[in-house]
């Protein structure tokens, strides 16, 4: 919760609004949901490695709404309408983010995987990363461009 609370400090100093860094935070759920799932898939219990690895996904996910929400602010200060803002900054930034959860996502399969000494302690820490980046990623793409249009009042 702690680390949340930083997160969600730093994005607001920096977006200069309270509104935006919700809009954001708003994907750690969404995250949480593929936590879960991956979790119960692999019969996996939660442990020290799994909180570990929900502090990491925290930054992930946020770094996502980040590239999102800051391009469509970009357009936004250019006079594009929100809506437009958005569908633009969808399509222009979704291979960038892809691009990035992928090389998490590969990146960590073999540590999921790997049948070595230790890995019984490294495996949950990998399955959390890569159930919750797979859940954020796709829901969040949805999600948080809704959430967005929804709590912005601004034309």
Do not use: C, W
């Not at 799932?37 to 909180?51: F, G, I, K």
């Not at 990491?56 to 809506?83: E, H, W």
């Amino acid at each position: 919760m702690l680390a949340v609370f930083l997160v969600y400090l730093v994005m607001a100093s920096q977006f200069e609004s309270l509104l935006h860094p919700f809009v954001i935070m708003f994907g750690l759920p969404l995250a949480v949901v593929g936590v879960v799932v991956a979790l119960v898939v692999s019969l996996t219990s939660v442990s020290v490695m799994v909180l570990i690895g929900m502090i990491v996904l925290a930054g992930i996910v946020v770094s996502q709404g980040i590239v999102l929400l800051d391009y469509t602010n970009r357009l936004r200060k250019k006079g594009m309408p929100k809506v437009d803002a958005l569908v633009e900054a969808g399509m222009v930034r979704m291979r960038p983010i892809l691009m990035t959860k992928l090389t998490i996502l590969l990146g960590v399969i073999p540590m999921a995987l790997s049948m070595g000494e230790g890995a019984e302690m490294r495996a949950p820490l990998a399955i959390t990363l890569i159930g919750g980046i797979a859940g954020a990623t796709i829901l969040t793409l949805f999600v948080i461009p809704a959430v967005y249009v929804t709590l912005d009042r601004r034309p």
